[in-house]
C-alpha cells in the first residue's frame, strides 16, 4: 500500500465539511488496538535484512537505478495511524474552507466517517512506502508487524518468508518512485486538486481518474517485478493473498468496497495485465520506459490496450 491509495480511500469517506484531525486520531485509536510490536533485535535486523535484499534482487532484475528510504519503521497499528493522520490533514485542508449549514453536523459526521475508514485500514494494512506527502524530507518504509504476523498466521504462512515477501513489495514501490523522481509530485498534485474540488462540492473526475490509472501502473508494475525478483517459490503466496483480497466477511466485503479495496484490488489485476503485455512485447527494462516521464504513463484506454501503448512508444 502507498500513501496516496490510503489517501484516496479517506477521500471517499470524507464527504462535505471540516473534519476534526485530532479526533480522528483518537478515535480512531480508541476503535483499534494497537497490536504487539516487541521485535527482537533479531527480528528487526532481519526486516532490515529483507529490504536490502529486495533493493539488490529488483536492481537486478530490473535495472532500474534506485536506493531504498534510510527510514525503516516496525510499527503496531497506533504508529501507523500517527504517521498518516497528520499528512492527511494537510491533504484534506482545502475542506476545512468550506462553510455549511449545520458545520457542526458536518464536521462530526466526517471525523467519525473518517475515524472509522482509517481505523479499518490501519487493521489490514501490511506495509507502507511513504513518499511523504506534502511534506519535505527522506522517504519510508512502514512495517505493520502485529498485522503481518496475524496475516502469516491466518494463511498458514511461515511468518520469516511472509515478512519477506512483504518486504519485497514495498521496495518495488520505492524502485518505482525512485526511478521516477516526477511520480510523487505528480500524484499529490492530482489528489489535492480532487479534494479540493470535494471541498467546493464538486466530484474532480479527471484529477480522481488520472490517479487511478497512475495508480493502477505503480501496483501493474509492481506485481511484475515481485514475480521476476522474489527469491523463493511464491505460487501459493500469490494465491492466498489473491483469495484474501477476495475474501472475508459479507460486512468485511461491504466496507472494503467502501473503501476503494476493491478498486486496489482491480488496480493489482488490470495493472498487471497490461505491464504482462508491455513486458512479453519490450522486456522488463522497456516496460520500465513508463516511469522516464509522466507522458509515457499509460492512458485509461491503454491500460485496456496495451497494443496501443506499444505503438505511440514504438522507440521504448
Known amino acids: 500500500m502507498t ?64 536506493d531504498v528510504p534510510n527510514t525503516i519503521e516496525i510499527q503496531n ?51 507502507q512506502y511513504d513518499p511523504l506527502l506534502l511534506a519535505d524530507g527522506e522517504h519510508g518504509l512502514y512495517f505493520v508487524h502485529p498485522n503481518i504476523r ?10 520469516p518468508r511472509f515478512r519477506r515477501w512483504i518486504a519485497f513489495h514495498e521496495v518495488t514501490h520505492a524502485a518505482e518512485f525512485g526511478a521516477a523522481p516526477w511520480l510523487s509530485d505528480y500524484l499529490e498534485a492530482r489528489l489535492e486538486d480532487g479534494i479540493a474540488a470535494l471541498g467546493e462540492g464538486e466530484l474532480q473526475t479527471d484529477a480522481f481518474r488520472e490517479l487511478n490509472v497512475a495508480m493502477t501502473s505503480v501496483e501493474g508494475f509492481a506485481e511484475l517485478l515481485m514475480d521476476e525478483a522474489f527469491d523463493g517459490e511464491y505460487d501459493d503466496l500469490r494465491r492466498k493473498l489473491d483469495a484474501r483480497r477476495k475474501g472475508g466477511s459479507p460486512l468485511t466485503k461491504l466496507l472494503k468496497r467502501a473503501l476503494g479495496f476493491q478498486l486496489k484490488r482491480e488496480q493489482y489485476e488490470r495493472g498487471r495485465e497490461f505491464f504482462d503485455v508491455v513486458a512479453g512485447d519490450r522486456g522488463i527494462a522497456g516496460a520500465a520506459h513508463v516511469w522516464d516521464d509522466p507522458e509515457n504513463l499509460p492512458t485509461d484506454e491503454e491500460l485496456d490496450g496495451p497494443e496501443l501503448w506499444l505503438a505511440r512508444h514504438q522507440d521504448a
Open 77 to 127: 497499528r497506533h504508529h501507523w495511524l500517527d504517521a498518516n493522520v497528520e499528512t492527511f490533514e494537510r491533504a484534506f485542508d482545502p475542506l476545512d474552507e468550506r462553510t455549511e449549514v449545520l458545520p457542526g453536523v458536518a464536521s462530526s459526521l466526517n471525523t467519525a466517517t473518517t475515524a472509522g475508514a482509517l481505523a479499518f485500514v490501519s487493521r489490514h494494512v501490511l506495509g
Open 3 to 66: 500513501l496516496f491509495e490510503s489517501a484516496q480511500a479517506v477521500a471517499g469517506a470524507s464527504g462535505d465539511g471540516a473534519i476534526d484531525w485530532a479526533a480522528v486520531a483518537e478515535a480512531a485509536k480508541a476503535a483499534t488496538k494497537p497490536g504487539a510490536v516487541d521485535v527482537s533485535e533479531a527480528e528487526a535486523e532481519a526486516y532490515a535484512a529483507d529490504v536490502r535484499d529486495a533493493r539488490t534482487r529488483l536492481r537486478e532484475v530490473s535495472g532500474m537505478t534506485f
Open 150 to 159: 496475524r496475516v502469516a498466521d491466518d494463511l498458514d504462512i511461515a511468518f
